[in-house]
């Protein structure tokens, strides 16, 4: 049996990538959910992930034990244990862009991360946009752009059908949506299929009925909607 360590599902954009390509995949796992900022978190989290940061997978079907941390490495294990899935797109020249744009994701884009945390349980007003955020918000809305006019088709998503790069940009299209940043009318198209994907409404239905509240994930920011 496959177990995935996460943490808070309102606020823990990182555990979101690869719980969503197990769920968008009915692929079975078994979840353990270790809510951060708590005086127990660092050495609970340290139980299951040499990093002490979430997400982490254990692998318990393999002898001894897989362990994997660091969400696109997750998900790059999944695609390898799951061949028969298509988790990558299938097609050579879109699965070379999916994890260019992911590894993209994973390494990049600090200023919209740092400035607009995930928060899953309200809407705020639009900070003030810096350059570095402009910046951030351009690309992303390219990257996109490009990926669904070559390779989507009339299918909703970044290849077509749902893969590792939505997973890895779901956190993403929440931030725009929480800090209703203005983005463009194709742009808000795409997010709107995310936001309604099966498996990321189960996250976010989870994530509302959670009682635990980290004030720092607001700090800053006008609320103008509660879902909490
Ligand atoms: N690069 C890591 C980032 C993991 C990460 O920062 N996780 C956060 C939760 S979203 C965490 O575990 N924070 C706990 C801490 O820093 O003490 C990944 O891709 O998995």
Same mark, same amino acid.
């Given at each position: ?12 954009? +990182?555990?979101?990538?690869? +719980? ?33 940061? =979430? ?7 393999? /002898? ?26 299938? /097609? ?45 918000? /351009? ?72 009682? +635990? ?5 607001? /700090?800053?920011?006008?609320? =103008?909607?509660?879902?909490?």
């Amino acid at each position: 049996m496959l177990k995935l360590v996460i943490a808070n599902k309102l606020y823990s954009s +990182w555990s979101l990538r690869p +719980w969503l390509v197990l769920s968008a995949f009915n692929i079975p796992f078994e979840e353990v959910l270790i809510p951060l900022r708590t005086p127990e978190s660092r050495g609970l989290v340290l139980e299951y992930s040499p990093s002490g940061k =979430v997400p982490a997978l254990i692998d318990g079907d393999v /002898d001894g034990d897989v362990t994997v941390w660091e969400s696109l490495a997750i998900i790059e294990y999944l695609a390898e244990k799951f061949p028969e899935l298509a988790i990558w797109p299938r /097609d050579v020249k879109a699965r070379a862009h999916a994890r260019s744009i992911s590894n993209e994701m994973h390494a990049g884009f600090q200023a919209i991360r740092q400035g607009c945390p995930m928060h899953l349980g309200a809407r705020f007003a639009t900070p003030p946009l810096t350059e570095a955020m402009r910046a951030c918000i /351009d690309r992303i809305e390219d990257i996109w752009s490009e990926a669904r006019n070559r390779f989507a088709g009339s299918q909703p998503f970044l290849y077509g059908a749902f893969s590792a790069a939505d997973a890895m940009y779901a956190p993403v299209v929440t931030r725009f949506d929480t800090y209703q940043i203005p983005v463009r009318e194709a742009t808000r198209a795409y997010m709107d299929a995310v936001l309604a994907h099966p498996a990321f409404e189960a996250w976010r239905a989870a994530a509302l009925v959670e009682p +635990w509240r980290i004030p720092e994930y607001s /700090d800053g920011h006008t609320p =103008v909607e509660s879902f909490i």
